[in-house]
Structures are given as C-alpha cells and as structure tokens.
C-alpha cells in the first residue's frame, strides 16, 4: 500500500513520508504497517507477518510505480483537482480519486487477477457514488506468443480482461507512462483445424476439420495508433447494461476515450 494513518488518523504517503513519524496502521485493518524505503523498490508500506488483511497484499513494484506516476501526472494537471491516493470511500477504495473536467472520477489499476463478482461489485458501488470509473491494466503492450500455424502473435486473454473490453466497448488500456494509456482492442482469432480422416467402431470411414474454429481464449490485439492522456482525452460516458456470454454487466458510469473504433 501507498498510504498509511498515523496515531493521529492523519494520511501519509509512503514517498513523503520517514520511519520516525511512526508508527503507521493500516487504514483497512488498523493493523501496524512497516514503511519501507529503499533504492530500487518504490516506497511503501507493509502489513507485519502474520498477514489476514488483502488492502495491499499482492502488489508487484510496476503496480506501485503505475500509481506514484499516474498520480503525480494528474496532480497539479489544469483539468484535474482534489487528486487522492488510495482514499477509503463508502465500500470502495480506488488507486486514485479525482475530479477531471468537474466529474468525479475513480482509477482502478488492475495487474493480477481480479473476480468478475469483483469488479461488478466495485462497477456498481461507484456509479451509486456518482463516480466514473477507469480500470487501466499497468502493461506497455500485451504479452504475445507466436502461432508457428497462423504465422501471427496472439494474446491469451483473462476473463476479466474479456469482461472490461465489452464493458469499454471492445477495448482495453494499458498503461505507458505518467497519465498516458494505449487502447488495446483484441480481435477474434481463428484456428485451423487440419483435415483428418478415421474408421469409428463399426468400419465405416469418418471425415472432420478442414476449418477455422473460434479460439476461446486467444485474441489478436490491435492498440490506437497514438497514446491518450487520462485527464485530456477521456470523457464521461453513461453505459446501459447487457448481456455478454451469459454475464451482466451494470448500468454504469465509464471513463472512456472519446475515439471511434479503428479496428
């Protein structure tokens, strides 16, 4: 986690913070946290062992450094004010609350696995707060893997990460750098099934493939063409809900490009 409460409830930010300002607690548990500054790994505070508290477990140091930057990025920006880190709301805590252009907005930086149930929950309970939602996946560009037999680089998409593009109207953003993202839309990708002939259980001559079936889980991603800026090229947009492969997804409120689809 970034941000840790004092004796006193007041909020520290890891990175404007030193160890004799302690002790520091957990603002979800009131657990005590260790602050750890060091040369490589960006600031932070940590839950002592034995941990049972999730605010903050799992984090990785791109997931910490997409905050810091995103976060310093929108600080001070002419569009943006009341910039929070890690501010504890009414049943959610956003990486980053703000307001951008007067609407009120939450960033959520999503790295590891995350449920569907999850995100819904957190989709709903900040539409009802009145906020817009971002989700930005902190990756330059997708992990791809070459497909020898379609000659092409495919991406294994997540369930979570195929729940968010239909929720941004096909689309994706992953993080580059400061407050700057990339869409990323993930095509549909098609296999080739080879012709094949056998003899079933009572001799008689059997024919299958010759083909091209759906991957379920391999896309092909297709990013923008230029890198947008989250206070400057986004706007605030209402989605209906509907219906994806047997999932809901809520009416909601949506931080979102204001780009027409190029793929």
């Not at 997931?63 to 929070?84: Q, V």
């Amino acid at each position: 986690m970034l941000v840790a409460s004092s004796t006193t409830q007041e909020r520290n930010t890891a990175r404007n913070t030193e160890k004799v300002q302690g002790p520091f607690f957990c603002p979800e548990c009131q657990a005590e946290v260790v602050l750890k500054k060091g040369p490589k790994r960006a600031h932070h505070f940590s839950h002592k062992p034995p941990v049972n508290c999730i605010y903050g477990s799992g984090e990785s140091e791109l997931h910490y450094k997409a905050k810091y930057e995103i976060y310093g990025a929108l600080t001070g920006h002419p569009n943006c004010s009341n910039c929070e880190l890690e501010s504890r709301l009414d049943g959610v805590r956003p990486d980053i609350c703000l307001y951008i252009n007067g609407k009120y907005v939450a960033i959520e930086v999503q790295k590891s696995t995350i449920t569907i149930d999850d995100i819904v929950r957190r989709t709903i309970r900040y539409t009802e707060l009145g906020m817009y939602l971002l989700w930005v996946v902190p990756h330059s560009e997708p992990k791809t893997h070459y497909r020898k037999n379609e000659r092409v680089y495919a991406y294994r998409i997540k369930e979570w990460e195929k729940y968010l593009h239909a929720m941004y109207y096909g689309r994706i953003y992953l993080w580059q750098e400061q407050a700057f993202v990339v869409p990323y839309h993930f095509d549909e990708f098609k296999i080739w099934k080879e012709e094949s002939q056998w003899y079933d259980e009572y001799g008689d001559e059997q024919y299958g493939g010759g083909y091209f079936r759906r991957a379920k889980s391999l896309r092909l991603p297709k990013s923008y063409s230029k890198r947008q800026h989250i206070a400057e090229d986004f706007v605030a947009k209402r989605r209906d809900s509907f219906v994806i492969s047997g999932r809901d997804i809520p009416s909601c409120n949506l931080w979102k490009d204001n780009l027409r689809n190029w793929w």
